[in-house]
């Protein structure tokens, strides 16, 4: 793959990632300003931490992708696409609730 191409593929990937995270916003936030409150929820929910709640749900989009990798001829309930643009925004959700996390430590101390 050519650089071009890739930064084809990448803006592409960008793109879907951008929408679905605009589409799938309100219904993992219950229209919550806080764009964490889902993981927040579950966590409390659950006794974790809101980044135990997201590693689980990145966990899972991994084991999607790695099912798929090793059989190739298994039925897509949702594109694979669409699974590695879940699995970018994870990592953008990750990162905020770890800065988040760390942000409030240091504050306390």
């Not at 300003?33 to 989009?61: A, C």
């Not at 999607?64 to 298994?74: E, G, K, P, T």
């Not at 643009?85 to 760390?102: F, V």
Request: proline share 2%; glycine share 2%; net charge neutral.
């Amino acid at each position: 793959m050519t650089q071009k191409e890739f930064d084809k593929c990448k803006q592409d990937l960008d793109n879907l990632c951008k929408s679905i995270m605009k589409d799938k916003r309100p219904e993992y936030t219950n229209e919550n300003e806080d764009v964490l409150h889902n993981f927040k929820q579950i966590g409390e929910r659950l006794n974790i931490s809101p980044l135990k709640t997201w590693l689980v749900y990145t966990m899972k989009g991994f084991e999607s992708i790695i099912s798929h990798v090793n059989n190739a001829n298994l039925k897509e309930a949702e594109s694979i696409k669409s699974r590695f643009a879940d699995l970018s925004n994870y990592t953008d959700i990750g990162y905020a609730l770890y800065k988040e996390e760390r942000d409030v430590k240091k504050k306390n101390n």
